[in-house]
C-alpha cells in the first residue's frame, strides 16, 4: 500500500507560479514511476508529467514542456511539480499518482496504482 497526499495549490494570477508536492508513505520503495495530472471540470484526467524512481526517466505533455519541471527527493519520499509560467487554462485539480513494479513511463491513468487526492490549482487572467 502506498498513500499520497499533495499540497502546494492554491490561486494565482497568471505569469505566475506555483509548486506542488507529493509525500509518499506506506510501501514507497515499491514507486517506480510517479506521474501528474490534472483534471479540469467536465474533462478527462489528463497527464502532465512523470519521473522514474531514478530520475533518469522524465516525460511532459506538450503542454508543460517548457514550463514546469518535475522532480523528486527519494530520501524525502516526495515528488515536486514545479509550474512557471501559468495560465488560466492551467486550472485544474492536480494529482499525484504511482506507478509500482515499472519504471517505464506511462500517460495513461489506468497503468498508475495509487493516487493522492488532489490539490485544486486556479490560475486568474
Known amino acids: 500500500q502506498v498513500q499520497l497526499v499533495e499540497s502546494g495549490g492554491g490561486l494565482v494570477q497568471a505569469g505566475g507560479s ?3 508536492s507529493c509525500a509518499a508513505s506506506g510501501s514507497t520503495l515499491s514507486v517506480y514511476f510517479m506521474g501528474w495530472f ?7 484526467r489528463d497527464f502532465v508529467a512523470g519521473i522514474s524512481w531514478s530520475g533518469r526517466t522524465i516525460d511532459y505533455a506538450d503542454s508543460a514542456k517548457g514550463r514546469f519541471t518535475i522532480s523528486r527527493d ?11 509560467a501559468l495560465q488560466p487554462e492551467d486550472t485544474a485539480v492536480y494529482y499525484c499518482a504511482a506507478r ?9 491513468p489506468r ?8 490539490t485544486q490549482v486556479t490560475v486568474s487572467s
Not at 38 to 44: D, L, N, T, V
Not at 74 to 84: E, P, R, V
Open 38 to 44: 490534472r483534471q479540469a471540470p467536465g474533462k478527462e
Open 100 to 108: 509500482l513494479r515499472t519504471a517505464l513511463p506511462s500517460r495513461s
Open 74 to 84: 527519494n530520501a524525502k519520499n516526495t515528488g515536486y511539480l514545479q509550474m512557471d
Open 18 to 20: 506555483l509548486r506542488l
Open 111 to 118: 497503468e498508475y496504482d495509487y493516487w493522492g487526492q488532489g
